[in-house]
Structure formats: structure tokens, C-alpha cells
């Protein structure tokens, strides 16, 4: 009997514990599912907050962007500067006075092309173009190089015919200038002037009245050539000059002379560089060596020192005026191989233009 009891306490007790376990089973399962719960409720937050993020920075990136865009837009309007602004400058001045004296201009020559030729034959016929920079020049430090196209208008210089063309020299010059007042202008130290930016007639006194207005260092003609005696066909380059060490008040160096021939000696090397052999025209050796022109008037006129006077104009006005001046004569035009090798093509001027800018900066910047 009391092992009967022994057995059933033992039994009841098992019982107990299989109930017990089973409801502690219970409570834990509701217990995880509860937590499971929780985290699905956050994790289900935690997304949707990432959603809107996402969607929240795609929205503000997209409005960046679009401002980005426009302000690119805003800012990316095309600059239309082109060369041909210096056509459409025109000048108030008429000055269109013959020179009054026996002075003459050099005898030159040449264009590159009859389209050149088409394009510059119908301008005015005013004096320098106002073509100065619009800033105040007492306030530029630049090195000031005013280009004079020579001749121009009726004045149209030394003319030959090449393969049905009538070539004509006011047109080649104007090519060679226009090239070369790019290449000088691409130095930030220089400015740049030019007597005339179309088919116009300038006087020489006009000519270098506009260079001293505008406070120019330098002036640098551009010529082509044509043989001065029937005796020998001229080909090559030469330079011309001052012959005279005269020194004005007002000059702008310590000896214009000196900076004259160092610009000559300069663009002829240059030029030489390029395969231009210097000049062999038949002048007198007393005025004319290693390509360099200096040829006294014959009119027995002298400068207020009591020095020969120069024959060509342009020079004798620089040199009054204190301005170093020379005159480059390219090439012959009378010489035919001078004109297929030289003067025929744009790529050919354009040669001669970059020959002449690297001797003008030679000598200016140093």
C-alpha cells in the first residue's frame, strides 16, 4: 500500500513537471512571437525610411542637376569674334592729303590670290580707321606696334598679271597685316594698331600722325617689291631703313637708328629662315648692304641736326616724329619665282607673317 502511494507521488509529479514545461514552452513561444513582431514593425519602418530617403536625395540630386544645367547653359553662350569686326571699323578722319613734297613711297608689289584681291577693292578711301583699343592707353603698359598695310585705295602699287589675275599689291599687304597683327596680338605684352582695315588711301604724313596718337612704340610697313632696273630680274627680301641718326625731343628710344636696324636685321633672318634669300636688286652699295635699304633724298633736304634727310616719306615722317619705322618688302611680285614660291598661296602668306612676328618679338621684348 504505501508502495502504491510511493508510485503514484511519482507519477503526479512527472505530471507537475510535463505541465509545467509544456506552459513554460507556451509562454516562450508567445514571448519570441511577440519580439518577431516587433522586429518585423521596425524593420518595416526602417524600410519605408529608407524609401523615402532614397526618393527624398533622388528628388534634391535631380534638382541639382537641373540647376547645374542651367547655369551651364547660362554660361556657355558662344563668343562670335571674328576678324571681321576690324572690317566694320570705320573712322570720322578723312584725311586724304597728297604728300606735298618729292618724297616717294617704295615701289611694291603682289597679293596672294584674286579672291583677296575681290575682297578688298571696294573700300573707302578715309584716312586711319579708328581702330585703337576702347580702354584708356595712358593706363596700358603694353608695347604698342602699329602695322601700316602700305598703299591702298587708288594708290594700289606695284601690279603684275599671273595666270589671268591682276595681281596688286594693296591687297597682299592688307593679307600679310591682318596675319600679322594676330600673331603679335597672341603676346599679351603687345597691342596692336593699324592704319587701315580696308581698301582706303592714307596719306604718309596721315599714316604716322595715326601711329603717334596712339602712342606707338613701333611702326612696321608691310610692302612687296618689284625690281627697280630692267638690268637684272630682283628676287628676295630687304628691309628699309633710316639713314640718318637724327634724334628728336620727342623720341622714343634712346637711338631710333639703333632699334631700326636691329628689327631689319631681325625679320631678314627670319625671313631667311623661311627661305628668302636676301634681295640682289642692283642698288648702290653705299646705301645698300646685307638687305638693308637706307637711301638718302635727292632733294638735298636735312633734318633740324643737319643730317641727309630720308627719301622714302614714311620713314622721313617716322623718324621727325620719333618713332622707329621701317618698311619690309617681302619678295618681289616683277619676279615670278617670287610669286609661285611666296605670294601665291594663304599658307604662303601666312609663312610671312609669322616669320615677321617672331622678328618683331625678337627685338620688343627684349
Known sequence: MCERKYICKIISNIIVIILVAGIMTYLSGCGKKQVDTANMADTSINDSQLVEDKVSSQSMQSEDNSQTMSEEETESEPEDQTEE??????????????????????????????????????GDNNAPED????????????????????????NEGTKETYDGSLIKEKNITMAISRKLKYYLEQNDNIRVVMTRNSDSDVSLSGRIDYAASNNADYVISVHINSKSQDVIDASGCMV???????????????????????????????????????????????????????????????????SMADYYGLINEGTRAGVPTIIVEHAFLSNAGDYRNYLSSDAQLDALARADAAGILDVVLR
Not at 583699343?133 to 603698359?141: C, K, L, M, T, Y
Not at 640682289?280 to 648692304?289: C, G, S
Request: contains cysteine; negative net charge; hydrophobic residues 20%.
Open 240 to 306: 628699309l631703313m633710316s639713314c640718318s641718326r637724327y634724334q628728336p625731343a620727342n623720341a622714343r628710344f634712346g637711338s631710333i637708328y639703333d632699334r631700326e636696324k636691329s628689327l631689319a636685321y631681325s625679320i631678314l633672318s627670319r625671313l631667311n629662315s623661311i627661305g628668302i634669300p636676301i634681295a640682289n636688286d642692283t642698288w648702290n652699295p653705299d646705301e645698300y648692304q646685307d638687305g638693308i635699304l637706307q637711301r638718302v633724298n635727292t632733294a638735298d633736304e636735312l633734318y633740324p641736326d643737319g
Open 85 to 122: 569686326t576690324e572690317n566694320t571699323e570705320t573712322s570720322q578722319d578723312s584725311e586724304s592729303e597728297a604728300s606735298s613734297n618729292q618724297k616717294e613711297n617704295v615701289s611694291s608689289g603682289g597679293t596672294s590670290s584674286s579672291e583677296i584681291e575681290d575682297s578688298q577693292d571696294n
Open 131 to 154: 581702330n585703337s583699343d576702347s580702354g584708356s592707353q595712358s593706363d596700358d603698359n603694353r608695347i604698342t606696334i602699329c602695322i601700316d598695310p602700305g598703299h591702298g585705295g587708288s
